[in-house]
């Protein structure tokens, strides 16, 4: 018996494997310590468990955003053994699970969810990684990165003393403000976080479907942004492709994808795929690697 785990800035997805079947999915809230306090990752992991099982497992395997060094998988480990007594349990970087989820050994998988990051491997063994270095520092063409530019396009609207626009009164909406210059104290308020923001990313998308020019605009430049990765690690590696691309925006927002598309294109790239399934389904084909 086998457990999987994804588990992104939003939410952990399990799903119990029997003889290489799902017997249960479900999903819980994030149990990533980088994004919520390790006492809410224990209890969304409990809820999780409680859910679709633990005991008499073999193995747990779970991807994970923000799993930089051992001790980052040693602190994730220790809250999901408990569950799987006796049980082997690996933690990898989460788009480890995109590339396997997409039907590849070797190639690039580009994560666009809540954060952002690329990872590859090629016939050789050799890794690299580009991205992944969290809000402060990267995370271009990710949720957040989507949420925070409607806010910067808001406040920048304010300040040249132009009316809000459908952007900005979407935003507003969701935010429960009546004015933009509101937006500065909320967004560094210690009640509003990552997921928060990321969560806004639906009124970019929204906006463009809409014919908003900024929103499609910011669409377009968060896949030139995730292709870059792609084509960073592309070029550390030596390899051509494939590149898969998933997360939540990456697998259903399609003016991004078309972007993302289009600039690995322009490079020369022609082995282009989106994930048509989730990550934990890549589990399997992990643990058999790691056999």
């Known amino acids: 018996m086998i457990i999987g785990l994804d588990i992104g800035g939003t939410k952990t997805h ?33 809820d999780l468990f409680a859910r679709i099982g633990g005991g008499q497992v073999s193995q747990a395997y779970a991807g994970s955003g923000g799993i930089d060094t051992a001790d980052d ?4 480990a220790s809250l999901i053994q408990p569950h799987v007594p006796g049980a082997r349990v690996t933690v990898v970087h989460d788009s480890r699970l ?9 190639g690039v998988a580009v994560i666009a969810g809540t954060g952002s990051a690329a ?11 580009a991205g992944g270095w ?23 609207q304010m300040n040249r003393g132009l009316p809000a626009d459908e952007l900005t009164i979407a935003l507003l909406r969701s935010c429960g403000v009546d004015d933009p210059n509101r937006l500065i104290a909320l967004f560094h308020s210690p009640g509003t976080g990552r997921r928060f923001w990321a969560q806004q990313a639906r009124l970019v998308v929204e906006a463009a479907a809409a014919g908003h020019p900024e929103s499609q605009a910011l669409l377009d430049q968060a896949g030139e942004d995730l292709a870059a990765l792609a084509l960073q690690v592309l070029g550390q590696l030596h390899i051509k492709g494939p590149v898969i691309l998933g997360g939540g925006l990456g697998m259903h ?9 289009r600039n690995l294109m322009d490079a020369g790239v022609a082995d282009i795929r989106v994930l048509d ?10 643990v058999a690697e790691q056999a």
């Open 14 to 46: 399990g799903v119990r494997f029997e003889d290489g079947v799902p017997v249960a999915d479900e999903s819980a809230g994030s149990s990533n310590v980088q994004n919520v306090s390790r006492d809410e990752a224990a209890a969304n992991l409990a």
């Open 73 to 76: 998988a040693a602190a994730l």
């Open 98 to 106: 995109l590339l396997a989820a997409g039907h590849a050994s070797t």
């Open 119 to 129: 990872w590859g491997r090629n016939a050789d063994g050799g890794e690299a990684r």
């Open 134 to 156: 969290g809000y402060l520092l990267g995370d271009e063409g990710s949720g957040y990165w989507l949420g925070r530019e409607a806010v910067r396009h808001s406040l920048r």
């Open 253 to 261: 927002v399609a003016p991004l994808q078309e972007s993302f598309r």
């Open 277 to 286: 399934q989730e990550p934990v389904f890549g589990v399997l084909q992990l």
